[in-house]
């Protein structure tokens, strides 16, 4: 696992933020070359917020699965509220290196993250911004999606958990989408990293998705109902009952469609 910085910028256009990573070693003279020479034609980036993490390419993809719907195709670039985001990575696990204050005597301190955003905020986040760009986002989300490789249907997740009970989710694919669809409902028995950073993008409401998710692989799909590591080659099933393991590239000569 290679050791690296995420970090947030906000841009001159108002709503627009770059999510990127880099090196410990590299970081300061990265960001002094973005606030000065802009990224694509946009300048005015400051940053906001960075934090030291482990495995640092997995975290980065990870939130651009998460916020996939947001992003400019081809890009780094994402239309979400700053406070949001924030508040998300504040809780993973890792070392804050930015922003800090100093105190009255002098030594560095962290500033406090954001509160929690309501669901009203959330909820315009997945509003209008997201659905102006979903066409584009869709074709670069879907590049080298697992998803692909699947026929469109729909696709089951029944499992009894010890601690929680029965997990039941369904998941759409279509047009290469993974979507697991509104109305599944969800362990809260989280204990993976990943599965928590998925779970708090989402709306759920007493265990219930109250949204439909698109995602780019079936294992993706498994630990957000599941909150903890899967293999949703083994645990999504088709209406005949067996693993969607059977349409793995492995297994097959080319792709269904």
């Known amino acids: 696992m290679a050791k690296g910085i995420i970090y947030v910028m906000t841009t001159s256009v108002s709503g627009l933020i770059k999510i990127g990573k880099s090196s410990c070693e590299n970081f300061h003279q990265d960001v002094d070359e973005l606030e000065h020479g ?3 034609n946009v300048s005015g980036l400051e940053l906001k917020y960075a934090m030291e993490v482990e495995d640092v390419e997995d975290i980065k993809k990870l939130l651009f699965d998460v916020f996939s719907k947001s992003n400019l195709p081809e890009t780094e670039l994402f239309v979400l509220n700053l406070e949001l985001l924030i508040h998300l990575m504040s809780n993973l696990q890792g070392e804050k290196v930015y922003p800090v204050y100093s105190d009255k005597k002098g030594r560095e301190v962290f500033m406090d993250t954001p509160a929690e955003n309501d669901r009203e905020t959330q909820t315009e986040i ?7 760009i979903e066409e584009g986002i869709r074709e670069r989300a879907l590049k080298d999606s697992d998803c692909r490789y699947i026929p469109d249907g729909i696709y089951y997740l029944s499992v009894n958990q010890q601690k929680f009970g029965r997990v039941d989710a369904q998941m759409e694919v279509e047009g290469d989408v993974c979507r697991v669809l509104k109305g599944s409902v969800c362990s809260d028995c989280v204990t993976d990293e990943q599965a928590r950073i998925l779970q708090q993008s989402v709306h759920i409401e007493n265990h219930v998705l109250m949204e439909d998710v698109v995602l780019t ?3 993706s799909a498994a630990r957000l109902v599941l909150g903890q590591s899967a293999n949703g080659w083994i645990t999504w099933k088709n209406s005949a009952g067996e693993s969607i393991d059977v349409y793995r590239p492995q297994r097959k000569s080319k792709v269904y469609r």
């Open 126 to 132: 997945d509003g209008g911004a997201k659905r102006r």
């Open 217 to 219: 692989a079936p294992s």
């Open 38 to 40: 802009g990224y694509q």
